[in-house]
């Protein structure tokens, strides 16, 4: 059985990945690297882990995430769904059962917002790993007087927090901003349809999606 530890292994993945990235960097965007996949993998795992799926599915969920940006190699736009005819091939090529590689691809192939739908728990897992990760660390300009709006909002984050309550009822993302450099009308000017999406892929595992935003319930 194909682990999680052995995507995160390959030479080739970690390569389409660090290209893919590379392309990003170009085009000016926060960063979509080895911090990012791993975090959304960790984060889909614990989602159904917490939420007591079988363990092989909270595996797929974390092979998923690490997965899920290797279609910006290709082009940003569409990235999902190149992303998936990637994952495809990949998969199909280490020897993945093919019920595992459709679980996988329909995941990747539906967590960017534009095109976005919470099909299954993995791809809900997903699309709350991915939309939820904001933090400082992924802004890569220096020069914060030409932060552009996805800039100063990821920098504002100065503490980030995801979880599911005891009674598995609700996921919360709870944001600690410094409004010196980003607003709360910042965040929702570009993140508005991400919690929309979020509260959608919430329904789909049976959860309520909270977001809180200095104390501030605000969704």
Known sequence: MITFENIKNNEAINTYIAKADESLIALGYTEHSFAHVTKVAEMAK?????????????????????????????????????????????????????????????????????????????????????????????????????????DRVNYSVKKAITKINEDKTLIKLKLTIDQRYGTVMDYFEIFLGRMTLCRKAAEKLGLQFKLIINEQQLL
């Not at 090529?93 to 019920?99: D, K, L, Q, R, S």
């Open 46 to 150: 614990y989602i159904l882990h917490t939420l007591g799926y079988p363990e092989r599915d909270c595996e797929l969920a974390a092979i998923a995430g690490y997965l899920h940006d290797i279609g910006n190699l290709i082009n940003r736009v569409d990235h999902a769904q190149s992303g998936a005819v990637m994952a495809f091939r990949i998969l199909d090529n280490m020897g993945f059962p093919p019920e595992e590689i459709a679980t996988i691809t329909t995941a990747i192939g539906n967590h960017d917002e534009g095109t976005a739908e919470a099909v299954n728990p993995i791809a809900a897992a997903l699309i709350l790993a991915d939309k939820t990760d904001v933090r400082r660390s992924r802004v890569r300009n220096k020069d914060i007087s030409t932060f552009d709006i996805h």
